[in-house]
């Protein structure tokens, strides 16, 4: 079965804290997601990767940034938390060419006050 | 730009019942269809998928979904309900022919199976 972990399940930060978020799959996969889940808005894209070091921002990057230098992990870094980026943060890892479906770990529901 | 839309924020439906949970899509290329399920505080599992092939499509848990061109529609259904699918679901859709990798996902659906 394929694995997606997350660091942590709940996180409370102070605003402009520095924030790290972090992601590991086991299935070798190529391609890396960040997402944000917030009621009535669905799961909306932050960053990706498609190969180590490699990033495209997503729909939302704003007050975000990601780093990948292992295939297998990637992070979301909140540089300056705000409490506008209060939220559940999804991971989600899958295949470049197939099967394309992804694989979503537990989510880190992170508040910030 | 590729989107979703789950119309029904919430669908209410007896245990026994048939249900159907609604998706529509817009893309510009041939579309990759995906049904997510989500149940409290856990992260989205991978329910069913359409890539191509039989428009009729077979998932997990006994749900199927009908992909249909015409009405660029993919609406999940399942015979007869249980309480234990109440979750949250979402439609994804991925557009093949641009090339973006990442999904993009409806605002998600409410199913409430009542005992």
């Known amino acids: 079965d394929v694995k997606v972990t997350q660091s942590s399940r709940y996180l409370v930060k102070r605003t402009g804290e520095k924030v790290f978020l972090e992601c590991v799959q086991d299935m070798d996969h190529e391609n890396m997601f960040w997402y944000r889940q917030d009621p009535g808005l669905g799961l909306r894209l932050i960053y990706f990767?498609?190969?180590?070091?490699?990033?495209e921002k997503g729909d939302i990057p704003e007050g975000y940034s990601v780093s990948r230098e292992k295939k297998e992990r990637f992070s979301l870094i909140l540089e300056s938390a705000s409490t506008n980026q209060t939220s559940m943060y999804l991971c989600?890892?899958?295949?470049?060419?197939?099967?394309?479906?992804?694989?979503f770990g537990p989510g880190t529901r992170l508040t910030v006050t | 730009a590729q989107s979703v839309a789950q119309p029904e924020d919430q669908v209410n439906v007896a245990e026994g019942n048939p249900l159907t949970v609604k998706c529509t899509y817009s893309v510009s290329g041939n579309p990759y269809l995906f049904w997510y399920v989500q149940y409290p505080n856990r992260g989205l599992q991978f329910l069913l998928k359409y890539i191509t092939g039989d428009n009729l499509v077979k998932g997990s848990y006994g749900f199927e979904a009908e992909f249909n061109k015409s009405q660029t529609s993919f609406h999940l259904k399942k015979p007869s309900a249980l309480v234990s699918d109440s979750a949250l679901y979402f439609c994804?859709?991925?557009?093949?022919?641009?090339?973006?990798?990442?999904?993009?996902f409806g605002s998600g659906t409410r199913l409430q199976v009542q005992p």
């Open positions: 989600a890892s899958g295949r470049d060419r197939g099967p394309y479906e992804q694989y």
């Open positions: 994804a859709v991925r557009d093949e022919d641009t090339g973006r990798r990442a999904l993009t």
């Open positions: 990767s498609y190969d180590v070091k490699m990033k």
